[in-house]
């Protein structure tokens, strides 16, 4: 049973003492991890990138412009083009995720997480050790889906930003299926035709296998800006699976939604803030 202190200070102190003594850590995230980093999708940094679309469409922030209804697939890609740039192949304004990094690269751990923006990948978390479960800005499929394979959109994406011009890219450079040729499309799950590649299935394997192997250990279950958006696939396993383990603790850093169940309450550790300066102080 953790011993109680009060205040954000002692909360960080628990936390400290949970990673030290866990044989492994569970690593959740959500949304809001990136924003922590800087990923932020409206506001100075939306007018910044698209205030040409703004004004133009009428729309204020940048997942808004994602289901815009363009009228041609040049706009479309040049909007997206610009979208995933920014957000997957550019670094993030902080080093946030770096900061996590440090603090478990020596540790038994594994990143359960909804964020498709490779922010993991960037800071040095190992490939193997990442189940991305919604998907990857990188990565394009087919529309429609006749098959289940994705594709890299690096190389096309940076043509399209290079070349784009009056929020339009050149006909020459809209991505189709190389099986069907209808257009691609992002490889998000936003309905059931999202692809769940080869990649994606082996990634679920390694992340039921590190769920397996430490089902009786002392498991630090570190929860992450995660939100209700999608609880059921981070929040409540990790509720589900801490409460499974009187050995394990579950800790929740989240700013304005942070709290457990008072089934788990003894065993768990919230903290309202911040997570970049929660990192800052836990290192």
């Known amino acids: 049973m953790l011993k109680r202190e009060s205040g954000m200070r002692g909360a960080i102190g628990q936390l400290r003492e949970a990673l ?3 044989d492994a850590v569970l690593i ?4 809001g991890l990136s924003t922590s ?4 999708y409206s506001g100075e940094r939306f007018h910044q990138y698209f205030g040409d679309f703004a004004e133009k469409y009428g729309f204020h922030d940048m997942y808004s412009g994602g289901f815009y209804p363009y009228d041609t697939l040049e706009e479309y890609w040049a909007y997206w083009s ?6 997957r192949y550019q670094d993030a304004p902080k080093p946030v995720y770096q900061d996590l990094y440090q603090l478990i690269e020596d540790k038994d751990y594994f990143v359960l997480t909804t964020n498709v923006d490779h922010c993991f990948q960037k800071a040095g978390f190992d490939k193997k050790r990442l189940f991305y479960t919604q998907g990857d800005y990188g990565l394009w499929q087919c529309s429609k889906p006749c098959h289940d394979k994705t594709y890299d959109n690096e190389e096309t994406v940076r043509r399209m930003m290079e070349r784009q011009r009056d929020m339009r890219v050149p006909t020459d450079l809209i991505p189709h299926c190389p099986v069907c040729g209808e ?3 992002m490889n998000l799950r936003a309905d059931n035709s999202f692809v769940q590649d080869q990649g994606w299935y082996q990634a679920s394997e390694r992340y039921s296998d590190f769920v397996r192997r430490h089902e009786n250990m002392r498991v630090l279950y570190l929860e992450l800006g995660v939100g209700m958006n999608t609880p059921g696939i981070v929040k409540f396993s990790f509720w589900r699976m801490t409460a499974e383990n009187p050995k394990a603790v579950y800790a929740c850093v989240n700013l ?3 709290g457990a169940p008072k089934e788990i309450a003894s065993r768990s550790i919230c903290i309202d803030g911040d997570i970049g300066e929660v990192l800052k102080k836990l290192k």
């Open 37 to 40: 980093a800087g990923f932020v």
């Open 183 to 185: 257009p691609m499309t």
């Open 82 to 87: 610009r979208y995933i740039f920014i957000n």
């Open 28 to 31: 959740g995230a959500g949304a």
């Open 20 to 22: 030290d003594h866990a």
């Open 256 to 258: 304005g939604e942070a």
